[in-house]
């Protein structure tokens, strides 16, 4: 099992119980910070003493307050944390619920396991930090199902621009001289319309407001 854990959670309460939770999984040193800064000052200091953590567990959203920081949440500690130290083990522990942010989080920043904070949240954890221990990635069933139902619409790049210049305010009819003047092809106002018409239908909804709202729950814009 996993030997030294850093968990950055800026709600102590919270860090509390995933101390515990540890504890129950015999894992006796586990260090704990409030700010993504001290989480990366952390992991510097062992990488320069060659006494690296395990596994990091952390928050993905950080209230701010009177202390100035560098880092602003999750996103932005497992970044810097992936130059310094890779190979080092990420597990998410947020309230986050969000299919497009989650599945971005596995692809786009790497890590290893994604629990949300919710009810049996504990047991949840402990299920993650096992997985991960044995080299598998770890998202519970409800959440896994969420996904893969966001990845069977397969939104293309092209999709989520078109999207996201509604979500701006951008008239559809306008959509074609901003991919026009950016490169972006196709750019025809008919392109743009019969794309748009195929999402709605695809996704049973009826109007660009609807289309916008979708894809902002799902948190792919």
Same mark, same amino acid.
């Given at each position: ?10 709600? #102590?309460?919270i860090?509390?119980s995933?101390?515990k939770?540890?504890? #129950?999984? !015999? ?12 989480? /990366?000052?952390?992991?510097?200091k +062992? ?5 690296h953590?395990d ?19 999750g $996103?932005e ?8 130290q890779? +190979?080092?083990?990420t597990?998410?522990f ?7 942010v ?5 692809k ?14 504990? $047991? ?8 991960v221990?044995?080299?598998k990635?770890?998202?519970? /069933?409800d959440? $896994? ?18 999207? +996201?210049? /509604? ?6 009819k306008?959509?074609?001289l ?8 196709? !750019?025809?106002l008919?392109s ?8 709605k239908? #695809? ?6 407001e ?12």
């Amino acid at each position: 099992m996993f030997k030294k854990i850093l968990i950055a959670e800026d709600h #102590e309460s919270i860090s509390i119980s995933v101390q515990k939770t540890l504890e #129950e999984l !015999n894992i006796s040193h586990s260090d704990y910070v409030s700010y993504c800064d001290d989480a /990366l000052a952390k992991i510097q200091k +062992s990488h320069r003493e060659g006494d690296h953590y395990d596994l990091l567990i952390t928050d993905l959203y950080y209230e701010e307050d009177h202390h100035e920081q560098t880092l602003k949440d999750g $996103k932005e500690l497992i970044q810097a944390i992936k130059k310094i130290q890779p +190979s080092l083990k990420t597990i998410v522990f947020s309230a986050e619920h969000r299919s497009g942010v989650i599945d971005s989080l596995f692809k786009e920043y790497g890590i290893n396991g994604f629990v949300r904070k919710a009810r049996n949240d504990s $047991k949840e954890l402990k299920k993650a930090v096992a997985s991960v221990y044995d080299n598998k990635n770890y998202l519970s /069933l409800d959440l $896994k199902q969420d996904v893969k139902q966001l990845n069977s619409y397969e939104f293309t790049e092209y999709d989520i621009t078109l999207v +996201s210049l /509604l979500a701006q305010g951008v008239l559809q009819k306008n959509i074609p001289l901003y991919l026009q003047n950016n490169n972006i092809k196709p !750019n025809s106002l008919s392109s743009v319309e019969k794309k748009l018409n195929s999402l709605k239908e #695809e996704l049973g909804i009826t109007s660009n407001e609807q289309l916008v709202a979708f894809c902002k729950d799902l948190g792919i814009i």
